[in-house]
């Protein structure tokens, strides 16, 4: 009788004395034939079912397995496996021990089974209550009854959230889950790298890469790197990702100070984007992408070993082949398809993505600021700029604007949210010149557009041939034949 290798030890014994006796249950002796055939049988070598010796058998064992299985009907196999003990999972431990070992494991989770009973045999030398101590082994096997199993800790540090985490998750059960739509949730982290890349400045700096992926279909919707992980990266990851794939309706992130910042928060409520974070101290929440950066580190960084002055700008465009022909193409050991297959398969939930401009005005914070009325300015992070003199009347003003991208600063209507003009710095050096424009009548209502209340400019608009040219160049599809220089922000210059 053939034995799956992977069967238990108490299935491989029930299958060998079946066998043995099988053939006098199927062909049955004749009357006064059966102890004959029982020698036959005692005098033959089996396998042993645990280390594959050849055995042999009594006549009285086999004829007590023979009588075994024809009182039993309906399971003649299962009758023959051998008998559990009945002390089998039981721990000979006193009560004063138990409770000794379940307090200490409660107050330190993350020790061995070994620290544990030095500890108590420590302790047992001044309480003779928990006298004799067993032994290592029984100890052992109580741990593994109770499941107490040794647990990492979630923090070196003793914060009020690393101990209610940690509260949580001996508490609660850990599942994983799967949104049921293409685009219903995407997840988005940063990861430190392991190699350093080399600057236009002669530095090393490690990188950091943001990676946002769709749950469902695990594709990877962008991945680039950066030279710090901040708000403008995050803002700048998102976008892409809504470009290349669409209007996702969730996200969830971890608590970064990236994550959380002003103009991500505000910039996913505007694109209707439910933004949930995982709870503190628990990156198994968002487990799919740190799943991802495994594949990353052993793959892709793996296969930049040999590179010796490495870039931003290089390991960027390595990281956009390696993610969309390899990773969204490999085959997933969990979906059984590639991310790109699933991810085309839907069913989605996706909206067209706004286009460039629509999602940089997005990810903007709201702030308030009073207009200082001798001169028709505001000021922002210490620059100042100036209000439209139409709206010379208004005390508090409402401007949308980024931290790290203070050329974009927009005047808002504070009843419905509307954009009503853009705002410019005060350039002080053309003010010396003395010309002075003349007082517009108040806007005393909202607008329906904010290019009626732009103030006309000699360059608000560019010249029909250039614009012509700009388009043709554009549809060549070639970047523009020019290398922009290095500014201060992280992200420009480098990406290029």
């Given at each position: ?5 992977h069967?238990?030890?108490h299935d491989r014994?029930?299958h ?5 006796v099988?053939q ?12 004959a ?11 042993h079912p ?8 009594a ?5 007590r397995?023979?009588l ?16 559990v ?7 000979h ?15 330190h989770p993350?020790w061995?089974?070994?620290l ?12 003779r ?5 067993p032994s290592?082994?029984?100890?052992r ?16 540090r003793?914060t ?12 609660r059960?850990?599942r994983?889950?799967?949104a049921p739509?293409v685009?219903s949730l995407?997840?988005?982290?940063g990861?430190?790298?392991s ?7 002669g530095?090393w700096?490690t990188?950091?890469?943001i990676g946002?992926i ?7 919707c962008?991945?680039?790197?950066y030279?710090?992980e ?10 892409q ?23 991500i928060?505000e ?5 209707g ?7 503190a ?12 950066w495994t594949?990353?580190e ?5 296969m ?8 931003l ?5 390595a990281?956009?082949a390696?993610?969309e022909?390899?990773y969204?193409r ?5 979906t059984?398809?590639?991310p ?25 914070r709201?702030?308030?600021r ?5 001169d028709?300015?505001?000021?922002i992070?210490?620059r100042r ?22 050329s ?10 509307k954009?009503?003009?853009?705002l410019?710095?005060q ?12 007082l ?12 009626r ?12 041939l250039?614009?012509?040219l700009?388009?043709?160049q554009?549809?060549?599809?070639l ?9 201060p922000?992280?992200t ?5």
């Amino acid at each position: 009788m053939s034995t799956s290798k992977h069967a238990s030890v108490h299935d491989r014994w029930a299958h060998l004395r079946f066998s043995v006796v099988g053939q006098l249950l199927a062909a049955p002796p004749a009357k006064g034939e059966l102890r004959a055939e029982l020698k036959k049988l005692a005098q033959r070598t089996w396998q042993h079912p645990i280390t594959g010796a050849p055995v042999r058998f009594a006549v009285s064992t086999i004829e007590r397995w023979l009588l075994q299985a024809r009182r039993e009907k309906r399971d003649p196999v299962g009758v023959l496996r051998r008998k559990v003990r009945a002390d089998a999972g039981i721990q000979h431990v006193v009560l004063a021990v138990r409770e000794a070992l379940r307090t200490q494991y409660g107050e330190h989770p993350s020790w061995s089974v070994q620290l544990h009973y030095d500890n108590l045999r420590a302790v047992a030398e001044h309480d003779r209550a928990l006298a004799p101590v067993p032994s290592y082994s029984s100890i052992r096997r109580l741990f593994e009854a109770q499941g107490w199993r040794k647990r990492r800790r979630l923090s070196s540090r003793d914060t009020v959230g690393a101990e209610r985490a940690e509260a949580r998750l001996a508490a609660r059960e850990v599942r994983s889950y799967e949104a049921p739509y293409v685009g219903s949730l995407w997840h988005w982290d940063g990861h430190g790298g392991s190699r350093q890349v080399l600057t236009a400045r002669g530095e090393w700096i490690t990188p950091v890469l943001i990676g946002v992926i769709d749950d469902r279909s695990r594709l990877a919707c962008h991945l680039q790197w950066y030279l710090t992980e901040d708000a403008e990266g995050v803002a700048h990851a998102l976008s892409q990702a809504i470009q290349k794939r669409g209007l996702p309706r969730a996200g969830m992130s971890d608590n970064g100070q990236a994550n959380l910042a002003t103009e991500i928060s505000e910039g996913l409520a505007r694109l209707g984007i439910v933004h949930d974070t995982t709870l503190a101290y628990s990156p198994y929440m968002n487990g799919k992408i740190e799943s991802l950066w495994t594949n990353v580190e052993g793959r892709l960084m793996a296969m930049l070993e040999g590179v010796r002055d490495l870039t931003l700008a290089s390991l960027n465009e390595a990281t956009q082949a390696w993610c969309e022909y390899e990773y969204n193409r490999a085959l997933h050991s969990e979906t059984g398809q590639t991310p790109l297959a699933r991810y085309l398969a839907g069913p989605d939930v996706l909206r067209p993505s706004p286009d460039s401009d629509a999602l940089r005005l997005a990810f903007t914070r709201t702030d308030q600021r009073l207009q200082r009325r001798s001169d028709g300015t505001l000021v922002i992070a210490t620059r100042r700029f100036e209000i439209p003199n139409r709206y010379r009347h208004l005390r508090q003003l409402h401007v949308r604007y980024a931290q790290w991208d203070l050329s974009q600063m927009h005047l808002l209507d504070e009843r419905s949210g509307k954009i009503l003009c853009r705002l410019y710095p005060q350039d002080k050096q053309s003010n010396a010149r003395g010309v002075r424009r003349p007082l517009e009548p108040l806007a005393t209502t909202a607008p329906e557009s904010a290019s009626r209340h732009e103030a006309p400019r000699a360059s608000a608009s560019m010249a029909p041939l250039l614009v012509k040219l700009m388009a043709q160049q554009t549809a060549t599809g070639l970047p523009p034949a020019y290398l922009p220089m290095a500014g201060p922000s992280s992200t420009e210059g480098e990406e290029s």
